[in-house]
C-alpha cells in the first residue's frame, strides 16, 4: 500500500510537471530573428540620432559593421544588457530603455539587417524573444 501511495505521488508529480513545462513554452514569446525585420527605419533613425549625442564622441559607425557576428544566435537582451551597463562610458545606463533599443536598431541597421513594420519594444520579454543573426551578405567575421 505504501509503495502504490508512493508510485501514484511520482506520477503526479510528473504530470504536473509536463502540465507546467507545456503551460510555461506556450506562454513563452515565439523567437524571431533579426533578418526577419524586427524595427522600423524611424526607430534605427531615432537611433542613429541617439548615437550621435551619447556616442560619436568616442566611436564610429564603422566600428560595428561587423560586431554582430560575435553575438550570432544570443537574444538581443544580452546586447542590450552589456551597452546598457558599459555606455555611454562616462555615464554607463544614462540613456532610457527606448533611446538605448533605438541606439541598437541603428547597430542593426549598419550591419544590413532589413527594417519592417513594428518598432523593436525595449521591455526585457520582447528582447528575449529576438535572436541575433546577420544577413547571408554580413561582413561579420
Known amino acids: 500500500m505504501r509503495a502504490t501511495r508512493q508510485l501514484l505521488a511520482t506520477a503526479g508529480f510528473v504530470a504536473a510537471s509536463i502540465v507546467m513545462a507545456l503551460g510555461a513554452q506556450a506562454a ?21 540620432k541617439a548615437y ?5 564622441k568616442c566611436h564610429q559607425p564603422a566600428e560595428f559593421e561587423s560586431y554582430l557576428g560575435r553575438w550570432v544566435g544570443l537574444p538581443v537582451s544580452f546586447l542590450y544588457e552589456t551597452l546598457t551597463s558599459t555606455m555611454p562610458q562616462d555615464n554607463p545606463g544614462g540613456l532610457s530603455r527606448k533611446q538605448y533599443t533605438d541606439v541598437l536598431t541603428y547597430f542593426f541597421e549598419i550591419n544590413g539587417l532589413p527594417t519592417g513594420d513594428e518598432e523593436l519594444a525595449s521591455d526585457q520579454t520582447s528582447l528575449d524573444a529576438v535572436a541575433i543573426a546577420v544577413p547571408d551578405n554580413s561582413r561579420a567575421p
Do not use: D, N
Open 28 to 48: 513563452a514569446p515565439q523567437t524571431r530573428a533579426l533578418t526577419e525585420g524586427v524595427f522600423t527605419k524611424a526607430q534605427s533613425e531615432r537611433g542613429a
Open 52 to 56: 550621435q549625442k551619447a556616442c560619436s
